[in-house]
């Protein structure tokens, strides 16, 4: 954990952010809305697609973590580094196409709903953590890894103790950007029934409610700035002493 001014600032985004949301809430319990905005922005429903969004991005970031960062690890080990470069090239094929193509696409397939959202959004942030697991074992010194061998240490041990945590500022950075991915992304499940902040966004641009489109975009905005906050608390408490 930092110390001294450094870890004093890691609080002032929190805060900023409370600040933002309090004036928000404000502006909402005064603001004058039609019936249609007092339906979509009571705290009720708010509550209700603001949870949704996070499920998304909750279930999508461990799906992402789980998927990306053993599939990193394989592709370094020798049996498999031929095949590196494809891993890579089909990872970059899910967040070069367009995310709105891509959901719609697999919607096609196997039919709307979250699960649908969940995949696509989930093939859309791997190749960060992907590629900075690589990236991070990869630059690993190998003179270290060969005197952990020479202690005896058998080739796991060697991944875990020595390997993952020497790769882990840059596999943090990278999961880190897939966070914000995953918030920006899931914004757009509203397109195939899955729910979340999309709806307000949506619904405001579709029948010129301004209100909705504008709650839509600062809540998800707030969202992102939030789960950025705690890439970077996970990024600066996770580090191994040293370095």
Do not use: C
Request: aromatic fraction near 6%.
């Amino acid at each position: 954990m930092q110390s001294g001014k450094p870890a004093r600032n890691l609080w002032l985004t929190p805060l900023a952010l409370v600040a933002v949301l309090g004036t928000y809430l404000f502006w909402l319990h005064t603001a004058s809305l039609t019936s249609a905005e007092s339906r979509q922005l009571n705290l009720t429903n708010l509550a209700a697609i603001s949870g949704q969004h996070l499920l998304l991005t909750g279930i999508g970031a461990v799906a992402v973590v789980v998927v990306a960062i053993p599939l990193g690890v394989l592709l370094t080990r020798k049996p498999f580094r031929k095949v590196a470069p494809l891993a890579l090239a089909l990872a970059n094929i899910g967040q070069a196409a367009p995310s709105i193509g891509l959901i719609v696409l697999i919607a096609m397939g196997i039919g709307f709903g979250m699960k649908t959202a969940l995949i696509a959004i989930v093939a859309y942030a791997v190749l960060p953590v992907l590629a900075s697991t690589m990236v991070g074992l990869q630059g690993v010194d190998r003179n270290t890894v060969e005197a952990a061998r020479g202690m005896g240490m058998s080739a796991f041990r060697v991944l875990t103790k020595v390997e993952l945590p020497l790769a882990s500022p840059v596999i943090l950075a990278g999961l880190r950007t897939a966070l914000v991915l995953l918030v920006g992304t899931a914004t757009l499940a509203v397109f195939v029934n899955g729910g979340g902040l999309g709806v307000l966004i949506q619904t405001g641009m579709t029948l010129f409610l301004y209100k909705l489109l504008f709650s839509g975009a600062l809540l998800v905005a707030l969202l992102a700035l939030a789960v950025d906050w705690v890439g970077q608390m996970i990024e600066t408490w996770a580090r191994p002493k040293g370095i």
